[in-house]
């Protein structure tokens, strides 16, 4: 069955990059929306049906982090899977995030090839 | 690697989004400057100089705009590190960002007007470099007690590399890549001599990169031939290498010589010249480097700047000479001291002649424009007989002096 991709970053342009990444990964993806920040994305996770999370760690009004751990308290989305998109400069993070639920990262710039390595086992 | 491709809508939102950061940016980031850091908030500026480097890291990674990823990186952890720090921000940290908000503009720009961010490249590495310090030392650096054979196998390795660059100066003066490259070796040399005090050697070649530098920058060099002048810098590099893989110091002699020479094939921006001396406008000039821009971006030696002008109609060949020789680095009396005159090479104060000290026993004046000279008094010659009394005793002077300079340069 297509999963539904929730797509959390500050940029659109990294949103647009990201969405056309899954898109070329080959897997079986439904919708795919999107949100700015973290509390945009909360936001979303309520209202619709989202199966994976993929979410920038640095963001305005609620990072990455926050988000996980505010997440973390919401028994209506708490399982839903979230992977750390990172960069270079944010390897130290991703320990954090994987402590407070976060299940993968991707590391910019990745190819569709990685995208479907890492969210292949979800599918 | 296996990238989405970068398709226009793509580079379009990447233009647009990241223009949108600079512009909330940049004033935050030059009230700070002008104000020395004392107004505006410094936190939330370098908050959101992490975001945009941040942004900009990510998508420019993606679309292969590596140059300005590699400075967004670089800005991303020098904003980091600021942030983290309990030490006030220094004007030197707010000039750097403000630098890196520039890059970034020009960036942009350039992705727009070509598809890509090449011509970046060796502003870029600067920059970076300029970020984060630390990449630029020599890694592995060999021991200073021991692997002399390992320090010359790695110094050789770059200097091959620079030899063959140089000696395709007519590629690499119009590739930024190559450019970039050369650029890189030679700072990477400085910095294996530096590591092991050959001063001498870490001198010239870092020299040779700010020369590079600025004539990548748009200064232009005021020889026909400065590759012949860098090759003969590294004859006198590889000398001083083979001195040292021999157990010498690598000491070179007539050092600050060599310096000099190098020095001299630079001179002020023409462009800067032409508009101080009120001959064009600054827009004009910008006009001129745009084609030279284009020029080179199509792999093509552009035409020199004075040329361009001239060739537009802007100024006239005889112009252009007069700026270049107004700019040309001449000898200007020390304002040191009192108004009586300099000193010698003693410390004995000499006379001052017309407000120039009499010390300039010699001034460095161009060959042929000198010569060029003498020829023109040499055809007073023959109009001498037809001449006033008074005109004529001026002639003669000055073909008397004409012939003892004549005399010299010959």
């Known amino acids: 069955m297509a999963k539904n991709v929730l797509l959390v970053d500050d940029s659109s342009t990294m949103r647009k990059i990201v969405s056309r990444s899954l898109r070329q990964a080959g897997l079986d993806f439904g919708d795919i929306f999107e949100a700015g920040d973290g509390l945009e994305a909360l936001d979303v996770l309520e209202k619709e049906n989202v199966d994976i999370v993929l979410s920038d760690i640095n963001m305005p009004n609620m990072n990455g982090i926050e988000f996980l751990r505010e997440k973390s308290t919401r028994d209506a989305i708490k399982d839903i899977p979230v992977f750390m998109i990172s960069t270079e400069t944010g390897d130290d993070i991703i320990g954090e995030a994987k402590s407070l639920g976060a299940v993968g990262a991707l590391k910019k710039p990745f190819t569709p090839d990685k995208v479907s390595e890492v969210l292949g086992p979800f599918m | ?410």
């Open chain 2, 1 to 410: 690697m296996n990238h989405p491709d970068p398709d226009r809508s793509l580079a379009k939102n990447f233009c647009e989004e990241t223009l949108g950061m600079l512009d909330r940016v940049e004033p935050l980031v030059r009230e700070l400057v002008r104000s020395g850091g004392k107004q505006g908030d410094a936190a939330a500026t370098l908050e959101r100089c992490f975001s945009l480097a941040h942004s900009l890291q990510g998508s420019a990674a993606f679309l292969r705009y590596d140059h300005l990823a590699k400075v967004a990186a670089a800005a991303e952890q020098f904003a980091a590190g600021l942030r983290s720090s309990s030490a006030p921000v220094e004007a030197s940290h707010l000039l750097l960002l403000h630098d890196v908000c520039t890059l970034f503009r020009q960036g942009i720009e350039l992705v727009r007007q070509t598809g890509g961010d090449d011509q970046l490249a060796v502003a870029a590495a600067e920059l970076a470099a300029r970020l984060l310090p630390a990449e630029r030392e020599p890694t592995p650096g060999p021991d200073d007690d021991g692997d002399l054979e390992g320090f010359i196998g790695q110094v050789d390795g770059l200097m091959q590399v620079v030899e063959r660059e140089l000696l395709l100066w007519d590629l690499t003066s119009v590739d930024p890549g190559r450019l970039a490259e050369l650029i890189d070796c030679l700072e990477e040399l400085t910095a294996l001599f530096a590591h092991r005090r050959y001063t001498d050697l870490e001198r010239i070649c870092r020299a040779m990169a700010n020369v590079l530098r600025r004539f990548h920058g748009g200064e232009v060099f005021q020889g026909e031939y400065p590759d012949k002048v860098f090759l003969g810098l590294v004859d006198v590099l590889y000398e001083g290498i083979d001195a040292i893989a021999a157990g010498g110091d690598g000491i070179i002699l007539r050092v600050e010589e060599h310096l000099e020479t190098l020095q001299a094939i630079m001179r002020q921006p023409i462009g800067e010249l032409l508009i101080r001396a009120g001959l064009v406008d600054p827009r004009t000039v910008e006009q001129a480097l745009r084609i030279q821009e284009q020029a080179r971006a199509r792999k093509k030696t552009p035409k020199r700047l004075g040329d361009l002008l001239v060739a537009m109609g802007e100024v006239s060949s005889e112009q252009v000479d007069r700026a270049i020789r107004a700019g040309r680095a001449c000898p200007v009396p020390s304002r040191s001291g009192d108004r009586q005159g300099d000193r010698d090479s003693d410390g004995a104060v000499l006379p001052v002649r017309n407000g120039v000290a009499a010390a300039a026993g010699t001034v460095a004046v161009d060959r042929e424009k000198l010569q060029r000279l003498l020829e023109h008094l040499a055809r007073l010659e023959k109009y001498r007989p037809g001449m006033e009394a008074p005109l004529q005793e001026l002639v003669n002077g000055l073909l008397r002096q004409a012939e003892e300079m004549a005399t010299q340069v010959r």
